[in-house]
């Protein structure tokens, strides 16, 4: 393995190579917007005593050309022989695409670079997340009805929200791929449509835009459940009495004799 061997000094300059073809900018990475896919660079950093110390910014020969850490920012240009450096010295960062790939050793980045294990990894995790967004775009957002969305921020406030906003609960309930969905705008200004009801009921009270639940709200949803208790209880009695009936009905016309039941055990035998 490479990382249980000592890189022969060919090999250490090729690795360096590799990484300075791809530069770390002079005004630092950029990874908003579009183009973050295609962010791909660099850079070796050396570190002294835990703290900044240099920076890689070219290879002469057998020297790497640094930049000092002064405290603010790395500066200036100092000479140091490869072979100054041991392999756990070197700190290499790969900001590759939306992902920082971490180095803790030349021998470790070697690892990295000829296996591309971590960029399979970065490359699986992307392709999990496009498909999950793929799927979730495809099915339907649905808001619950109106008790169910009272209940949802009483257990919110319970956990120390005293007020919500559409967007705040859109995310809560459907997680933050809501804003990507086709049909996830139109499933906000509906779920506000809903909210403003409630405030039209008293069930809310609306402030600066911001939704507050009212003693109204709490009481309702504690009514609403104890009546939905009632009726699944209601339910689960009915069955048991048609089940009992059914069982009587059953002996009945045994008794009666319209249905002759074979004994398990023939005792007259």
Known sequence: MLRLMKLPRALKIRLIDSVLKKPFPQGGVVRIGAGVDLVDEKIIRFRRNNEPWLIVERREGDDLVCSTWDGD???GETRYCINYFQD???????????STVYYNSLSDYAFGYYLKIPYAIIHIRRSLGRAGTFFYNRRRIVLGQRLELLTFMIEQAAEGKDSFSSLELMTDMHTIRWITHPNGESVRHRL???????VDTGELKKANGDYQLTGYALSLVEERSEQERKHKQGIKIQ???????????????????LIKLNPLIDFTK
């Open 73 to 75: 920012t790395h500066v």
């Open 192 to 198: 506000e449509l809903y909210l403003d009801s409630l």
């Open 239 to 257: 069955w048991l009495i048609a089940a009992l009936a059914l069982v009587t009905a059953l002996l009945t016309i045994v008794q009666a004799g």
């Open 88 to 98: 756990k010295q070197f700190e290499i960062k790969h900001y590759y695409g939306p």
